[in-house]
């Protein structure tokens, strides 16, 4: 069974950073790579950024230039680095395993969500 554990999350105040982490038990041979979801309350979960294992990352434009995604292979964790963050990031973030098809990132293993709540 593949499983994922985030941590990093807390509480910081707008423009403060957070760096989240996600370790991976096991790379299945269909996951070329990984990538980081949130979803906050009434919201639809929503991709923030991926990353393949050559380390070629995309991100949603509500967080480019604001937030990093980066990987350690030989540990198999991915990390989220987010600065300059905003109230509107609160949200739950999930860690994931899965696939590029090209450009096109599908999560096929989730971890359990770490929480990440910023203030005014």
């Known amino acids: 069974q593949v499983q994922l554990a985030e941590s990093g999350g807390g509480l910081v105040q707008a423009g403060g950073s957070l760096r989240l982490s996600c370790v991976v038990s096991?790379?299945?041979?269909?996951?070329?790579?990984m990538g980081w979801f949130r979803q906050a309350p009434g919201k639809e979960r929503e991709f923030v950024a991926g990353i393949t294992w050559s380390a070629s990352s995309t991100y949603a434009d509500s967080v480019k230039g604001r937030f990093t995604i980066s990987r350690d292979n030989a540990k198999n964790t991915v990390y989220l680095q987010m600065n300059s963050l905003k109230p509107e990031d609160t949200a739950l973030y999930y860690c994931?395993?899965?696939?590029?098809?090209?450009?096109?990132?599908?999560?096929?293993?989730w971890g359990q969500g770490t929480q990440v709540t910023v203030s005014s």
């Open positions: 994931t395993s899965g696939h590029y098809s090209g450009r096109n990132y599908e999560a096929d293993y």
């Open positions: 096991r790379r299945t041979f269909s996951s070329n790579g």
